[in-house]
C-alpha cells in the first residue's frame, strides 16, 4: 500500500477502506508517514468529505492508537458528556454534581483550555488543593461510592488524534465535519463510557458558525456513537454570545457555585439542565427528559446539588469552604472596566474575541504549555439585549498584567449595538438522538 495512492483516491472524491485508514493512521503514528503527507491527506479529506462507513473506521483508528479506560468496575450506566468548545462554558462543574446527586456515575475527563477556549481542568485547579490526576483506584472507588469523579485526560488516550488536531491547527483543517466528529468522538469511545450526552455549540464562538453545519456534525456523531453501540444524544447550544457573566477560571468556578445555589443566569441554567436531564434519563434515573428537567430544578432550589459539589471538592482534595466564601479563590490586582461609547442595545458579542482577551489577560494559553492566570479573566456586565449609553460599563477586564491595552480594545470591539431592542435568541437549536 502507498500514501501517495491514498491521497489520490481520496482527492477525487472516492471512499478508502478500513485498511487504508487504519494504515495511513497508524503509519502517522509511527512516524512512518510525514506530515507533508499526512497534511495532503487531511486536506482531501476537507474538500472531499467522507461517508459514514470512513468516519466511523477513523474513529475506531484513533481510539486502537492508543489506551481505552476500563470502567467495568463502576456499578451502573455510565454517561459522559462532550462539549465542542465554547468560552465561558463552566456547565461541566454544574453539571457532574447535578447529575451525580441522582445517583447516575459520572466518570469524567476533560481537557485543557487551548486558544479561545477554556477547559474544565484548569478551572478545577483554580480551587486551591483540587486534584486533577487520581490513582486509577480512587477514581473508581470515588464513582462508586459518590456517584462522581473528574480527571485530566490520560496521556495516552487516542495519540493519533493528539498528533493529527495539532497538525489540523497549523493546516487549517480544523474545521471539517468529519474530521471533528471523528476527534471528538474517539475520545468518548476511548474514555470508557456507556451513553455519551454531547453539547455542540453553533455561532461566533463555535468551530461550526451555522446552525445548518451544527445539525450535520450533531447527526455524523450520533451516528457514529450508534454504530460502535454508545447510545448518544446532541444538543444543538447556541454560542453567539460568551455563556453566562463569567469568562476566565477561578471567576467561572464563582459562577458555576451560584448555578449550583439557583442564583445562576437563564442561558447557563436552562443548557446545564437540558444536558444534565439527558444523561439521567439515559442513565435510568427517570423515566423521561420532563420529568427529569423538573426534578433537577428541584434538586438545585433545595440546595443538595451544591452540597454535591463541596463533596466532589473534599473527595478530589479542594477547599470546600470556596462555596460558602468563593472570594478566597485567586483574585486579580487589577479590575479595568471597558465603557461603551454608543447609546442604544447590544445587538451581538463576537465570543471568540471574549475568549481572546482572556486568554490575553492571563486566563488561557496560546500555546500548550503556556502557564495560567487563575485570577485572570472577563466579567460581562452588558449582554445581547441590555440596553446601554455611553459612559456604561459594557465589561470589565481582571488581569495582573500591566500591559493589557490590546485585550481591552479586542474586548470592546466585539461589542455590536443597534438602535432597535434585537429578538431574544433559543439557547438551544436542536437536540439530535
Ligand atoms: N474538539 C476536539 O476534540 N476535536 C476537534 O476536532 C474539534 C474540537
Known amino acids: 500500500m502507498r500514501v501517495v495512492d ?12 478500513e485498511n487504508e485508514i487504519n494504515f495511513i493512521v497508524q503509519g502517522y503514528v509511527n512516524e512512518e508517514i510525514p506530515d507533508y503527507q499526512m497534511s495532503a491527506f487531511l486536506m ?3 474538500f472531499k468529505g467522507m461517508n459514514k462507513k470512513e468516519i466511523a473506521d477513523l474513529t475506531l483508528a484513533f481510539v486502537e492508537s492508543g489506551d481505552r479506560n476500563d470502567l467495568s468496575a463502576i456499578h451502573g450506566v455510565k454517561v459522559d458528556k462532550h462539549s465542542s468548545g465554547g468560552v465561558g462554558d463552566k456547565l461541566s462543574l454544574v453539571i ?48 462508586n461510592n459518590y456517584k462522581m469523579a473528574i480527571v485530566g485526560q490520560s496521556a495516552n488516550l487516542t495519540p493519533a488524534d493528539k498528533k493529527i488536531y495539532a497538525l489540523r491547527d497549523v493546516t487549517a483543517t480544523v474545521d471539517s465535519i468529519p474530521l471533528i466528529a471523528s476527534s471528538i468522538m474517539s475520545k468518548k469511545i ?35 456513537g450508534k454504530s460502535l453501540n454508545k447510545k448518544t444524544i446532541a444538543v444543538v447550544t447556541d454560542m453567539n454570545q460568551p455563556l453566562g457573566h463569567e469568562v476566565g477560571n477561578a471567576n467561572e468556578v464563582k459562577e458555576a457555585i451560584e448555578i449550583l445555589k439557583g442564583n445562576g443566569s437563564e442561558d447557563e441554567t436552562t443548557i446545564a439542565l437540558t444536558l444534565a436531564s439527558y444523561m439521567t434519563v439515559l442513565g435510568g434515573a427517570f423515566k423521561d427528559f420532563d420529568t427529569a428537567y423538573q426534578e433537577l430544578r428541584r434538586i438545585i432550589k433545595s440546595g443538595k446539588a451544591v452540597e454535591k459539589f463541596k463533596e466532589l471538592l473534599s473527595i478530589q482534595g479542594g477547599n470546600p469552604e470556596v462555596v460558602n466564601d468563593p472570594n478566597i479563590l485567586p483574585q486579580s490586582k487589577y479590575h479595568i472596566e471597558i ?60 488581569t495582573n498584567l500591566e500591559d493589557r491595552q490590546k485585550a481591552g480594545q479586542i474586548a470592546k470591539g466585539a461589542y455590536s449595538f443597534s438602535l432597535q431592542k434585537p429578538e431574544p435568541g433559543k439557547y438551544i437549536h436542536e437536540v439530535i438522538q
Not at 491521497?7 to 477502506?17: D, L, P, Y
Not at 447529575?99 to 486558544?115: D, E, F, I, N
Not at 445581547?384 to 477586564?397: R, T, Y
Request: glycine share 12%; with cysteine; proline share 3%.
Open 96 to 143: 457532574i454534581p447535578l447529575v451525580a446527586s441522582v445517583g447516575v456515575p459520572v466518570a469524567k475527563m476533560s481537557g485543557r483550555g487551548l486558544g479561545h477556549t477554556g477547559g474544565t481542568i484548569d478551572k478545577l485547579e483554580a480551587i486551591e488543593g483540587f486534584k486533577t490526576v487520581l490513582d486509577r483506584e480512587t477514581f473508581i472507588n470515588n464513582v
Open 44 to 46: 482531501a479529506v476537507y
Open 190 to 224: 476511548a474514555s470508557g463510557a456507556d451513553c455519551i450526552v454531547l453539547d455542540v455549540k453553533v455561532g461566533s464562538g463555535a468551530f461550526m458558525k451555522s446552525i445548518d453545519e451544527a445539525v450535520e456534525l450533531a447527526r455524523t456523531m450520533v451516528e457514529i
Open 339 to 398: 465603557k461603551s461609547s454608543e447609546s442604544g442595545y447590544v445587538s451581538a458579542i463576537d465570543a471568540e474575541s471574549i475568549g481572546i482577551t482572556a486568554m490575553l489577560l492571563g486566563a488561557g494559553r496560546e500555546k500548550k504549555d503556556d502557564p495560567i492566570d487563575f485570577s485572570a479573566g472577563v466579567t460581562m456586565v452588558k449582554k445581547v439585549g441590555d440596553k446601554v449609553n455611553p459612559g456604561d460599563v459594557l465589561c470589565i477586564l481582571h
Open 6 to 17: 491514498i491521497i489520490q483516491k481520496k482527492k477525487r472524491g472516492e471512499a478508502i477502506t
